[in-house]
């Protein structure tokens, strides 16, 4: 089998093991539907804010992992940076657009840094140090958006290969736009204004017109 028919196998079983919706089905198993409780979201947040830590020490892992297996088999079997870069965006991408559920699932933070652990570590160091920045300051949001900025200027500056710096735009361009869904929708029924409604969903991940409590982002 030539490069490019691994490479597009790889692909596109990065993309399907991505996005097997790992929240739900834990959601499932401990009697929830994720789809119909808290913020409607699959993943880790969502079963962690409605089913409890348990769980969610499950699944986090779990997604994690989705995004390290198609880069370490991209890595193995074709030992092309291009398409190990190429598969850990597909992962991202299948998590937050599956096609198992119309194309509507979670964030991709966990299965993104997944993909990252097996990239270049000094990226994934910074992308743990930011997540831990963003929990110690209340603002865990804030912090995982913090470490996607970051992370492509990081690999750049610590060497990376070019295809991984590259790639890892477009898991911020997914971490927004996962921030970003349905967000024209519920707009239509939020009090507050456009650029104020805008800047809470892509910064603290919160939803149109919903109140602030204590501290920003806490």
Same mark, same amino acid.
């Given at each position: 089998?030539?490069?490019?028919?691994?490479?597009?196998?790889?692909?596109?079983?990065?993309?399907?093991?991505?996005g097997i919706?790992t929240?739900?089905?834990?959601?499932r198993?401990?009697g929830?539907?994720?789809r119909?409780?808290?913020?409607g979201?699959?993943?880790?947040s969502?079963l962690?804010r409605?089913?409890?830590w348990? !769980?969610?020490?499950?699944?986090? !892992?779990?997604?994690?992992v989705?995004?390290l297996?198609?880069v370490l088999?991209?890595?193995?079997l074709?030992?092309?940076?291009?398409?190990?870069?190429?598969?850990g /965006? +597909?992962a991202?991408i299948?998590?937050g657009?599956p096609?198992?559920?119309?194309?509507?699932?979670?964030?991709g933070v966990a299965?993104?840094?997944?993909?990252?652990? /097996?990239w270049?570590?000094?990226?994934?160091?910074?992308?743990l140090?930011?997540?831990?920045?963003?929990?110690?300051?209340?603002? &865990?949001?804030?912090?995982v958006?913090?470490g996607? &900025?970051?992370?492509p200027?990081?690999?750049?500056?610590?060497?990376? !290969?070019g295809?991984?710096?590259?790639?890892?735009?477009?898991l911020?361009? +997914? &971490? +927004?736009?996962?921030?970003?869904?349905?967000?024209?929708?519920?707009?239509k029924?939020?009090?507050?204004?456009?650029?104020?409604?805008?800047?809470?969903?892509i910064?603290?991940?919160?939803q149109?017109?919903?109140?602030?409590?204590?501290?920003?982002?806490?």
């Amino acid at each position: 089998m030539n490069l490019y028919a691994q490479a597009a196998l790889i692909l596109v079983g990065a993309y399907l093991l991505g996005g097997i919706p790992t929240g739900w089905l834990m959601g499932r198993v401990v009697g929830i539907d994720l789809r119909r409780v808290g913020t409607g979201k699959i993943g880790t947040s969502n079963l962690f804010r409605n089913a409890g830590w348990a !769980p969610a020490a499950i699944v986090g !892992p779990v997604q994690f992992v989705q995004g390290l297996l198609p880069v370490l088999a991209a890595q193995r079997l074709t030992g092309d940076t291009l398409v190990a870069a190429g598969a850990g /965006l +597909c992962a991202v991408i299948g998590n937050g657009w599956p096609a198992y559920f119309r194309y509507n699932g979670g964030r991709g933070v966990a299965t993104a840094t997944g993909a990252v652990g /097996l990239w270049w570590w000094p990226g994934f160091v910074f992308l743990l140090a930011a997540y831990l920045a963003g929990w110690l300051g209340r603002k &865990i949001p804030v912090g995982v958006l913090g470490g996607f &900025i970051g992370l492509p200027v990081v690999l750049w500056l610590s060497g990376s !290969p070019g295809p991984y710096a590259i790639a890892a735009v477009g898991l911020l361009i +997914c &971490i +927004c736009l996962r921030r970003l869904e349905g967000y024209a929708d519920e707009r239509k029924g939020s009090p507050r204004a456009p650029a104020d409604g805008l800047w809470e969903r892509i910064v603290y991940d919160r939803q149109p017109g919903q109140r602030l409590v204590g501290p920003r982002g806490s």
